[in-house]
């Protein structure tokens, strides 16, 4: 039988034959196709005269019958902010029944008892589906930091005639069947730029305008957006035991590569440009895949997972009912806080003069919300401290609200705004020129910010954890000796920074056409040395040597004194190591930065050489050689 036949033979397994037209509608198929497949099944010894599965049908139908389901439910959804800290996603309602115990009531109408579910965030509160429906859990302790081929991976003993399907779906019919005969992946008829799969005429599921194979990435298929559209993907699959095992296989293929853990699942469907398996299209309207906070709103409006405390906090700091915040999005995800941004159709911000309009007005805001750990990080009530002595020197970002106990923190959003590009020269040489001029404010506030002592308290939020790296106690033994040198030549402190990295200057044209520049995120601002801010650029944009030189030249016009630029030296390996420990601390709470991580470290190893060198090369006694400082008068 091919595919068309097998839909055909699907319905009829389940339900007797009235006329050709019901069960064209009911396969999907053209009146012609159910014709012709009609005659074949026949011919075949699948259908009798009277078209009632033959035994030959029934038996090759309980031998492909499906046998068990996989839900993947690991993930922990950041972009269903301001919900998906409080629950997994699994777990919001629609119509008043939690996704996943709707997925398990339509597998058991099925016939499909045995479910294993993959969990991850949040797992504990996954127990009780244990005792209430009979499932299996699987704990992916990777959830933070890898994808979800990861996730499939741990239920490879159990992919055999199975369905695979996502935890996020909600389906308005049931979209399992006692009966399969192939293996099929679903999607949609509704066309999606951001979809990397298309279905062709014969069935086939083929990459888009020859796309990646890790077809659901949401982030790089915006970025990089196919010149033609493919389907919607849906999510749900069903393989047979071959198909299964081929599966298995490919997956453990692109494990074996680091570089492929954060693939979805799907890319193991690949071979060449095309899936393994053929598409099974279902309209638009039989499922509604829930990624976000506004696509739960369209589906249920009453869902009780609409109410949040941060719409209430948003509420109450903008004078406007709940109702009226809309169009909310979550923004990338940042290295200490998650944020999002919302409209408001109404409403003057509280403490703020009204605009002068008449009646209601949209306007768009970005809401931050601190992320794991920064509690133990950073002194918000300094933070706040620190917004109220800058915040009428248009030098930040515009501060709506702020909570000086946990961090919230509401900023109108600046339209057109751009993040400096470290590889543009003239974007950096500008940024720079603002960045100076806000040193030069000589700004003076009671909090600071040692960098050793970070070094210091960082390491201590390991809790008697080892560093990833074996040779961490003599790098930092040798950063802590740079620290003579920079209590010499640290400039006079004022407010710095500290965390004046590309992504933190806004650029954008202002009512007037001019080009402004801001610096956003002030949640480590203090008196310290400003040329840290310097340094802090640097590692942030991982810029090489020469990179490193002509910025420290463009903000000292060219006439930066020899010891100066050793000093800044000794400030990117010294904050290498800070931000190296910071995220050794975020790798214990399961959030991973990649390369970032590893490039902090090494420049705290290089740069402690490099300021080395060039002090012998000045003649400038290295650290911890008190007589030749003496000597040299310093």
């Not at 053929?278 to 589906?299: D, F, G, K, M, W």
């Not at 000086?404 to 720079?432: H, M, Q, W």
Request: glycine share 6%; proline share 6%; with cysteine.
């Amino acid at each position: 039988m091919n595919t068309q036949a097998c839909d055909i033979m699907n319905v009829l397994l389940t339900e007797p034959y009235v006329n050709q037209r019901i069960l064209a509608e009911r396969c999907g198929h053209s009146l012609g196709t159910v014709n012709r497949c009609l005659k074949e099944l026949i011919r075949e010894d699948y259908l009798g005269e009277d078209l009632r599965p033959t035994g030959k049908a029934r038996q090759e139908a309980a031998r492909k019958a499906p046998k068990n389901a996989v839900i993947l439910a690991a993930g922990p959804g950041i972009r269903m902010i301001p919900i998906n800290t409080e629950i997994p996603k699994a777990f919001l309602e629609v119509a008043g029944e939690p996704l996943i115990e709707r997925l398990i009531r339509q597998l058991h109408e099925a016939g499909i008892k045995e479910i294993c579910v993959i969990v991850g965030y949040q797992k504990e509160q996954f127990e009780y589906l244990i005792d209430d429906f009979g499932v299996r859990l699987i704990v992916n302790p990777d959830y933070a930091v890898k994808n979800n081929l990861g996730s499939l991976r741990l239920a490879a003993p159990y992919l055999s005639d199975s369905y695979i399907v996502p935890c996020d779906i909600w389906c308005r019919e049931n979209p399992f069947r006692p009966n399969e005969l192939y293996s099929w992946y679903m999607i949609s008829d509704r066309p999606d730029e951001a979809s990397m799969v298309r279905v062709n005429r014969r069935g086939e599921l083929i990459c888009v305008s020859g796309a990646q194979k890790n077809p659901r990435s949401k982030d790089s298929d915006r970025e990089n957006p196919p010149r033609q559209k493919g389907n919607a993907m849906a999510g749900i699959a069903y393989l047979q035991k071959d198909a299964a095992a081929a599966l298995c296989r490919q997956m453990e293929i692109l494990w074996k590569n680091p570089q492929n853990h954060g693939l979805f699942w799907e890319a193991a469907l690949f071979t060449g440009n095309k899936m393994t398996v053929y598409a099974r299209l279902v309209p638009a309207s039989l499922t509604t895949e829930i990624n976000t906070y506004e696509q739960l709103r369209s589906l249920d409006n009453t869902s009780p997972q609409l109410k949040s405390d941060k719409l209430d906090l948003i509420a109450g700091a903008l004078h406007v009912s709940p109702d009226d915040i809309v169009d909310i999005t979550v923004l990338k995800k940042g290295m200490t806080n998650r944020s999002f941004l919302f409209s408001c159709r109404t409403g003057v911000p509280l403490g703020l003069p009204a605009s002068g309009t008449d009646g209601p007005c949209l306007s768009r805001y970005i809401m931050r919300i601190p992320g794991e750990g920064t509690d133990r990080l950073i002194d918000r009530s300094g933070e706040a401290a620190v917004c109220g002595l800058i915040r009428d020197k248009n030098i930040c970002e515009d501060i709506v609200f702020m909570d000086p106990e946990n961090g919230y923190k509401i900023t109108r959003f600046i339209e057109g705004a751009r993040t400096c590009d470290p590889s543009d020269r003239d974007e950096v040489a500008r940024c720079l020129a603002r960045l100076k001029e806000f040193h030069q404010m000589n700004l003076q506030s009671d909090r600071s910010f040692d960098l050793y002592e970070r070094i210091e308290f960082y390491e201590s939020l390991w809790k008697g954890r080892p560093s990833a790296y074996r040779n961490y106690a003599k790098t930092k033994a040798d950063v802590l000796r740079l620290k003579p040198y920079t209590d010499i030549w640290a400039a006079g402190p004022c407010l710095t920074h500290i965390d004046a990295v590309p992504d933190n200057f806004l650029l954008f044209e202002n009512e007037r056409g001019e080009e402004e520049i801001r610096l956003i995120d002030w949640e480590y601002a203090a008196m310290q040395d400003p040329h840290v801010d310097l340094a802090m650029f640097c590692i942030y944009a991982m810029y090489g040597r020469e990179q490193i030189d002509w910025l420290i030249g463009e903000y000292f016009s060219g006439k930066c004194p020899v010891p100066v630029r050793i000093k800044i030296y000794c400030y990117i390996a010294v904050c290498g190591l800070v931000w190296s420990n910071w995220c050794e601390y975020k790798r214990n709470l399961g959030v991973e930065f990649g390369e970032y991580s590893l490039r902090q470290y090494r420049y705290a190893r290089e740069y402690y050489q490099i300021a080395r060198e060039e002090m012998e090369k000045a003649g400038i006694p290295f650290p911890g050689d008190t007589d030749g400082f003496k000597k040299k008068g310093l």
